[in-house]
């Protein structure tokens, strides 16, 4: 699940559009002095901001640093959640464990969660290059929180010892070459060998684990993953070797956080699945964990739309409606939670929403949320 930081504020150029005064230039355009034709003659004074107006800028750019410093606050604060977010699962997990009911643990899907957890692994090298340390915690927090519960599901045999011991190797590699990265620590020869192969993992895992998710109401197959990982390759070789235009390559260097996003995507889905073709198992679920991934994303939310993150708008969006919520809906139907539990946390999801679509309106000054999300989908 989306992990998703008080974030580096941006600096006032990237909304110059805020600072400037409606009634124009404070002064003209400044050219060669000349000399009056005659000493009966005035030169034009010189035009002063009106009072009003420059009261008004100065309020915009006000709002616009104090609104950048909430975000950055709220996204920091999502590593509260974050932190706790596995923690019910992994202690309802652990009772029955100890109680030998394995089978509860099946409600848990682990192509679900190998999902996410390689969508935090994966994400957790893109805000490493980007040096964004809130953001970093947050996702080593989702990487080691998912791994623990899925060697609990490996302990119950929910998940095939094989996947377990690769997933280890994988996540033990990750975390050791991001935190070298981080403090420079790591040859870029090496970094680039990484990101080569987070890319062609990460666009080999999806159809596969996509595919799989519905089995056996389709035939077994490792036919996606196959072909996707040959794509992978030839995209990555050729982006190394020169052979792809500027955009080409700027295209497949971003694959690997869009497949990240989209690993996440994935991930309520796959537990969605798990809930319709097993009801009586969602009491393996916890309603606690769900909540607190919906909170986290939401609170990360703001800022990702506030310096018009698409990829990571996205992510949190989805992973904090459709996964959090979503799966509160599907508990909620099926009576394993209270309708004040559901109902509550609607109302607070909506209404957080609206605040910060309504926020992001104000501090840039434009009439519609509307404006903002144009911004945020195909830029200005």
């Not at 400037?20 to 050219?31: E, R, T, V, Y």
């Not at 997933?167 to 070298?180: C, H, K, Y």
């Not at 969006?317 to 394993?336: D, R």
């Not at 946390?345 to 000054?365: E, K, N, P, S």
Request: net charge positive.
């Amino acid at each position: 699940m989306m992990m998703m930081m008080m974030m580096t504020p941006l600096s006032l150029s990237s909304a110059p559009r805020l600072f400037l005064s409606p009634l124009g230039p404070a002064f003209p355009p400044k050219g060669p002095r000349t000399l009056a034709p005659s000493r009966f003659l005035r030169r034009p004074r010189r035009r002063s901001v009106p009072p009003l107006a420059a009261s008004a800028s100065s309020r915009q750019e006000s709002k616009y640093l104090e609104w950048d410093s909430m975000t950055a606050k709220f996204a920091g604060a999502s590593n509260l959640p974050f932190l706790l977010i596995q923690l019910p699962q992994i202690l309802l997990n652990y009772q029955n464990l100890v109680a030998g009911d394995k089978a509860a643990l099946f409600a848990v899907p682990w192509l679900g969660m190998l999902t996410g957890l390689l969508g935090n692994l994966t994400l957790l090298s893109y805000f490493v290059k980007k040096k964004e340390k809130e953001a970093i915690l947050v996702q080593t927090l989702g990487v080691v929180s998912i791994y623990v519960v899925i060697a609990q599901l490996a302990l119950a045999g929910s998940m095939p010892l094989p996947h377990y011991i690769a997933t280890s190797v994988v996540v033990a590699l990750g975390l050791v070459l991001n935190f070298l990265n981080y403090f420079r620590w790591l040859h870029n020869g090496i970094w680039q060998l990484w990101e080569d192969f987070i890319t062609i993992g990460g666009l080999s895992v999806l159809p596969q684990v996509m595919w799989s998710t519905f089995v056996p109401f389709i035939p077994s197959s490792i036919l996606p993953g196959t072909v996707s990982c040959v794509i992978a390759t030839a995209a990555v070789i050729l982006a190394r070797t020169g052979k792809l235009s500027e955009k080409g390559k700027n295209f497949v260097g971003s694959l690997s956080g869009w497949t990240a996003t989209l690993l996440f995507m994935w991930m309520p889905i796959a537990q969605m699945w798990t809930n319709y073709l097993n009801p009586d198992n969602i009491k393996g679920l916890s309603a606690l964990t769900l909540l607190l991934g919906m909170i986290g994303n939401a609170l990360m939310i703001p800022r990702a739309l506030f310096i018009r993150d698409l990829m990571w708008f996205t992510g949190a969006s989805w992973a904090s409606v459709l996964h959090g919520w979503g799966n509160l809906l599907c508990m909620y139907c099926f009576n394993s939670i209270s309708r004040y539990f559901f109902f509550g946390a609607t109302t607070g999801l909506i209404l957080w929403l609206g605040m910060a679509l309504r926020q992001d309106m104000v501090v840039y000054g434009y009439g519609s949320p509307v404006r903002s999300l144009k911004e945020l989908m195909v830029g200005e």
